[in-house]
């Protein structure tokens, strides 16, 4: 091990003692006591909550998991949907990559599986769209294969009780390797389990340490000081990028849209028309001629920059002039593959 000399191995036994009372009721989880009794997980529920958890909180992810079971209720439904219409109930998760592939792979399942998700990581990996995270998580929880389920919570609860000394993701795989060596024969509610744990008692913000089932064995409790782990990473500055908007209106108030390329960022999302994002705000070179409207700036954070969009709008006189896109009722934009961006641009511009 070359960030932990002094393994510490977890006591699984307290662990589970501690979900079989306090196990958060969520969706897509069988109970502790159901699973006891013979119930096992669906893969489909734990692939599609899985994927949809990733950078975003339980508490979002509520309404759009409902959704989706709603319309959807199997992979098979999931596959024969189009890709549009999937991408318009993922509008507002982010990460809009993850929904393609979440149509991809549910193809994937359908046509190379029969519509049965395989049942060993290592299978699962051969699957678009799901790593190595997310194949140890779907195993475990759903046939209790012992892997080693490190999400982000965690990765704080073992960063914590290791007192670990560097940031976590220069010790990830010394992490996994630890952990690996805890994981009992429940692995799939150990692995929730320390999931609720990072997200109820050893949370970023507080550690209920004298709650804490793995409180006995913790080297950061014994500092004193637990909130000191996991060690932050040093942040490299984030680039700021420029760019325009054009909110276009017709006579009768409908606002133009278009694709977006099938490659890049928000790939075959829906939006506005642009102009390029550079590294210095250009004058606008509006699509048309018209009489544009400045409606100020909105801003919105990537993972690796920042954009600042100037946001204009205009009635135009000859829309037929405009054929990449479609006329959409500014009422049933709800229905619109738009991103986050693209609504905040619309609303600026007072749609």
């Not at 678009?128 to 919570?153: F, M, Q, S, W």
């Not at 010790?171 to 109820?200: C, N, Y």
């Not at 000191?228 to 040093?234: C, D, I, N, Y």
Request: aromatic share 8%.
């Amino acid at each position: 091990m070359l960030h932990l000399s002094t393994p510490r191995p977890l006591d699984a036994a307290a662990v589970l003692a501690w979900y079989d009372r306090h196990a958060r009721m969520l969706p897509w989880r069988v109970p502790p006591r159901a699973r006891a009794g013979g119930e096992r997980p669906d893969p489909y529920r734990v692939w599609l909550s899985e994927v949809m958890l990733q950078q975003t909180t339980v508490a979002a992810v509520g309404k759009y998991f409902a959704r989706f079971t709603q319309l959807w209720p199997t992979v098979a439904e999931l596959a024969a949907a189009p890709l549009d219409a999937v991408l318009v109930e993922w509008a507002g998760l982010g990460y809009y990559a993850r929904a393609r592939n979440l149509h991809a792979c549910a193809r994937a399942v359908v046509e190379r599986h029969g519509g049965v998700f395989p049942d060993t990581a290592e299978d699962l990996l051969t699957l678009p769209g799901i790593g190595p995270y997310t194949a140890a998580a779907i195993a475990a929880i759903c046939h209790d294969e012992r892997a080693a389920v490190l999400d982000g919570n965690v990765e704080r609860v073992l960063a914590r009780y290791h007192a670990l000394s560097v940031p976590v993701r220069e010790a990830k795989e010394d992490l996994r390797s630890e952990l690996a060596r805890s994981v009992p024969a429940r692995a799939g509610d150990f692995a929730q389990a320390l999931m609720d744990l990072g997200a109820t008692i050893c949370a970023p913000r507080s550690a209920l340490c004298m709650l804490c089932p793995l409180e006995p064995g913790c080297a950061g409790a014994r500092t004193g000081n637990p909130l000191a782990f996991p060690v932050k990473a040093a942040k490299a500055g984030r680039p700021v990028r420029y760019g325009h908007a054009f909110v276009m209106r017709d006579g009768d108030g409908d606002v133009y849209l278009r694709t977006r390329p099938d490659k890049g960022l928000l790939a075959k999302m829906t939006e506005v028309p642009t102009s390029e994002w550079a590294g210095a705000l250009a004058a606008p070179n509006y699509p048309v001629a018209a009489d544009w409207r400045h409606h100020g700036q909105v801003v919105h954070v990537f993972t690796h920059f920042r954009l600042e969009l100037e946001v204009w709008s205009a009635t135009v006189p000859a829309p037929a002039l405009l054929t990449e896109g479609w006329w959409a009722d500014p009422r049933a934009t709800g229905r619109e593959a738009l991103p986050t961006l693209f609504r905040k641009v619309l609303a600026a511009a007072g749609i």
